[in-house]
């Protein structure tokens, strides 16, 4: 195949990419607009290939879009390209609703314009493969609400579960979703929807959780937990989404919606607690990086839990997380321990992991 991947150098999208070209005899072309977080040396590793193609283009650029279409002739398209940090999100709206809700509109429009001149073979296989979050569900109920239940019967995201997102991030998503649904049902696009939980892994910018934790850790500077820590969140490996993505996009249903999540619910403070201790054995110092650790004003309208049932991936697609939070996590700082400079590389003078959306 020839997939046309959008958001190609941010953090899934790499991953997704260097899963392709690695492990498939398919081909990429990136579309991406190269922003703060896109870092084409994400991609170094398979930049050469001969699979491998680049366009530096913003989705919201509709002539820009059908000449790519037109160029490439891709039989599928995996939508990845957005703004995604609640904390900017709260900062400043305006780049959400542009590039979530007005560039999903303008990348579906142009694939329905490619897709109307593809005859019926091709028309037949081809997939827009749009890849949005599990904070469009809004928040679950917490443990320490509902004292009655065990961790087992605690509810969890389904692809039934009703949207009510909480951040203007999760808004612009949840309108991107309904774009996507609704092009289906108007137009004919044979589109799949995944919504996945939160992401880690290596090649991650440093605005997210883990990597600030990691790189302030090693700084000497204080790990920041916005209220008590107590925030629950799924913990999904990025590489196990990488290969959940590519299932979905070859083997999915069109019209289906799939969760993916790493069956791993922690609380944020149990995160930093165990990079802190990781770190302790990697990289000691005189005293435990845990002590770092300082608590901040939470955020605005901050989501107490989000828990995805990816049973439906395990069962229709045959999918599981390879790994569990404490293999992955390791992986994670180890990575960060031997790529400084990629994490030099990447913050620019204008972000130095300061918060944002107070």
Not at 167 to 179: F, I, N, T, V
Not at 193 to 202: A, E, I, R
């Amino acid at each position: 195949m020839k997939i046309l991947v959008t958001g190609g150098a941010g953090f899934i999208g790499s991953a997704l990419i260097r899963h392709v070209i690695n492990e498939t005899t398919d081909s990429v072309i990136n579309v991406d607009k190269l922003t703060y977080a896109g870092n084409l040396e994400s991609l170094a590793a398979v930049s050469e290939s001969p699979r491998y193609f680049f366009e530096l283009v913003d989705i919201c650029d509709r002539e820009e879009l059908d000449r790519v279409f037109q160029l490439y002739q891709p039989d599928a398209v995996m939508h990845l390209a957005a703004e995604s940090h609640v904390d900017r999100s709260i900062t400043g709206p305006a780049e959400f609703i542009q590039t979530n809700i007005v560039g999903t509109y303008t990348l579906l429009e142009a694939a329905r314009s490619y897709f109307s001149s593809l005859d019926l073979e091709a028309k037949t296989k081809f997939r827009f493969h749009h890849i949005s979050t599990d904070e469009v569900y809004g928040d679950l109920p917490h443990p320490d609400e509902l004292h009655s239940l065990s961790n087992q019967e605690l509810p969890l995201f389904t692809e039934n579960t009703s949207y009510a997102p909480s951040s203007p991030y999760s808004a612009s998503k949840a309108s991107s979703d309904h774009l996507v649904r609704a092009w289906l049902r108007t137009y004919g696009l044979p589109t799949i929807v995944t919504n996945c939980s939160n992401n880690y892994g290596p090649y991650h910018f440093p605005e997210k959780l883990i990597p600030l934790v990691i790189l302030n850790a090693l700084e000497g500077k204080s790990l920041p937990i916005y209220g008590k820590g107590d925030q629950i969140r799924d913990w999904l490996f990025v590489e196990d989404h990488a290969r959940a993505l590519y299932k979905v996009v070859t083997k999915g249903t069109v019209g289906e919606t799939y969760n993916i999540g790493g069956h791993n619910e922690k609380q944020n403070i149990e995160v930093v607690e165990t990079i802190c201790s990781i770190l302790d054995e990697l990289k000691p110092k005189n005293n435990k990086y845990i002590e770092q650790v300082t608590y901040v004003t939470d955020r605005p309208g901050h989501d107490r839990r989000y828990a995805i049932d990816a049973s439906k991936m395990s069962i229709e697609l045959n999918w599981q997380p390879l790994e569990t939070f404490e293999t992955g996590l390791r992986k994670t700082v180890e990575w960060y321990l031997a790529n400084q400079e990629w994490c030099q590389h990447v913050q620019d003078g204008s972000y130095q992991r300061e918060r944002l959306g107070i």
